[in-house]
């Protein structure tokens, strides 16, 4: 069996008594960063057997790794954080599991987009989750494309980026467009800010983007009013 473990996105408490258990059971863990996994693991005194699996390697090694869990062995597939094959890797070893017969289970856990989604004060139930944007080739015909798309909308973007991506979103979607940027989810320095695209950009552009972060934006003609203008909240826990 295969079964995929999500891994918390900020504070460690966030892990569910379940991952620690399947963690503790498995004969092999595969992760995306040995380094950043051991100190996870080593937390909560789990003593496993750690494999590096990362996009680098799941191609060469996804094959191999499922006819071993044919054979018998259970392995878990945790990422940095948050739910493995979600802007992660994982779909290459999900895929050649199920065509080699391999039972995948995904457990439920962390993931970064649903807390920054609730929060955004934008539509939740009909959202499309973009993920990281091509960074080159082929980004601008998918903003044109998603300037018509009526779902709110999800990306994911580092620090280096946010603004630059902003600015595009002002470009391509409408300065008056509503939005919302959580950085940081679960951590000591959490924050989300809430207003337009415009408005965004200014906050961002004078305040230097730390962290990962989650952009949420409204889809084309959703109604206009529950979002107020630039409002921050940031959370004090840890």
Known sequence: MLTL????????????MRAIKVLKAVDVILCEDTRTSGILLKHF?????????????????????????????QMALVTD???PAVSDPGFL?????????????CLPGATAFVPAL????LPCE??????????KKGRQTRL????EEPRTMIFYESPHRVVKTLGQFAEFFGPDRRASVSREISKIHEQTVRGTLE?????FSGNEPRGEFVIIVEGLGRMKGSVNPLRSKESPES
């Open 5 to 16: 473990v999500p891994t918390p996105v900020g504070n460690l408490d966030d892990i569910t």
């Open 45 to 73: 005194g789990i003593e496993g057997r750690l494999m590096s699996h990362h996009k680098f390697n799941e191609h060469k090694t996804a094959h191999a790794l499922a006819q071993r869990m044919a054979a018998g062995e």
């Open 81 to 83: 954080a948050g739910t």
């Open 93 to 105: 070893l999900v895929r050649e599991c199920v065509e080699q017969g391999v039972e995948v289970q």
């Open 118 to 121: 609730a929060c955004s004060g």
């Open 126 to 135: 009909r959202f499309t989750f973009e993920g990281f944007l091509p960074q």
């Open 144 to 147: 044109r494309e998603l300037a």
């Open 199 to 203: 408005e965004l950009l200014a906050h």
